[in-house]
């Protein structure tokens, strides 16, 4: 069975990072793209960072640009998102998600984790 | 960037017709997901490639593209269907998703 569990969310103050996690199984990581996609409170789902099947690609979102960082350790068979400099508007769920097409980047998002919750707040 | 515009909540009853709305510019020429939110889950994909309905999802909801609109179409809506509603399309100039406002739908 294709799963996504994401970790690493909590409470951080503004200005500090942390690192979330998604370990991937049924599956293998590097035949996928593989995103990051968040909702705040009372808003929809934002896109927010993208890793292409083979990690030579990455791309962000305008509003993380050069505060997060995409990753992935495929002999973990985990996705990760690095968040520096956390402002108050990244408070919100962020869920990891799998491009459905093995080594393309455009594709549809077919398997989903759960979300991991994130509030920046002093 | 590209902007996907969809209306903010549909009202059906149930055992009616649902159809939700997705607008940007020259949609027709793009491909079509559409994914399905309820609160404290993870989306799910309903429609994919403009009308393909992934395994698991019942065959009340379809999927279309043409015109100046793409629609995903709930057939006999149950309470269930309930929830909010994202179509999403591929956006080449910057290679990632764009994601549309979302939609919620209320089972009256």
């Known amino acids: 069975q294709e799963q996504l569990v994401e970790s690493g969310g909590g409470v951080v103050q503004p200005g500090r990072s942390l690192r979330l996690s998604c370990a991937a199984s049924g599956f293998t990581l590097s035949s996928h793209a593989m995103h990051w996609v968040r909702q705040a409170p009372g808003k929809g789902l934002e896109w927010v960072a993208l890793?292409?099947?083979?990690?030579?690609?990455?791309f962000y979102a305008d509003s993380v640009k050069g505060r997060f960082t995409i990753s992935r350790d495929t002999s973990k068979n985990t996705l990760f998102l690095q968040m520096n400099s956390l402002r108050a508007e990244d408070t919100a769920v962020y869920y990891c998600?799998?491009?459905?097409?093995?080594?393309?980047?455009?594709?549809?998002?077919?398997?989903w984790g759960k979300g991991t919750s994130v509030t920046v707040s002093s | 960037s590209y902007v996907l515009t969809q209306p903010p909540s549909v009202s059906v009853a149930p055992g009616q017709t649902a159809r939700i709305a997705c607008r940007g510019d020259n949609i027709r020429r793009k491909t079509l997901h559409w994914y399905q939110h309820k609160p404290g889950q993870a989306p799910v994909l309903v429609v994919y490639d403009d009308k393909i309905r992934p395994s698991g999802v019942p065959e009340r909801f379809s999927g279309s593209n043409s015109g100046s609109t793409a629609t995903l179409t709930i057939n006999g809506v149950e309470a269930g269907d309930e929830a909010d509603y994202y179509c999403q399309v591929w956006d080449g100039n910057r290679d990632h998703p764009v994601l549309g406002g979302g939609t919620k739908l209320t089972v009256l």
């Open positions: 998600a799998r491009g459905k097409y093995q080594l393309l980047l455009a594709a549809p998002l077919d398997v």
């Open positions: 890793v292409s099947y083979d990690g030579r690609k990455n």
